[in-house]
Nanobody
Framework: QVQLVESGGGLVQAGGSLRLSCAAS????????MGWYRQAPGKQRELVAS???????GYADSVKGRFTISRDDAKNAVYLQMNSLKPEDTAVYSC?????????WGQGTQVTVSS
């Protein structure tokens, strides 16, 4: 059973930074892809940033230049560095991992950006 545990969320002022962490219960190399998603109240979940084991990364247009996804294979962890945060970044951020057609999700961590 795959477990993903996020941490690092919190309350921050606009312009501030946060670093989210996602710890996996097994080797992240076993996943085809991993990413961070977010869901704000009343809105659909959206993909924020992702990478594949082939080495490609992708970002939502709304976070390009501000957010950076990274990985540490030795720690089986994935990170999301979020800089220049805006109130519209407020959401529950969840880590996701994909193995074949099976998605795995963490429980999410709340990020709140005050204006």
């Amino acid at each position: 059973q795959v477990q993903l545990v996020e941490s690092g969320g919190g309350l921050v002022q606009a312009g501030g930074s946060l670093r989210l962490s996602c710890a996996a219960s097994g080797s992240i190399r076993s996943f085809n892809a991993m990413g961070w998603y977010r869901q704000a109240p009343g809105k659909q979940r959206e993909l924020v940033a992702s990478f594949t084991n082939g080495g490609s990364t992708g970002y939502a247009d709304s976070v390009k230049g501000r957010f950076t996804i990274s990985r540490d294979d030795a720690k089986n962890a994935v990170y999301l560095q979020m800089n220049s945060l805006k109130p519209e970044d407020t959401a529950v951020y969840s880590c996701a991992a994909f193995r074949g057609s099976s998605p795995y999700w963490g429980q999410g961590t709340q990020v709140t950006v005050s204006s």
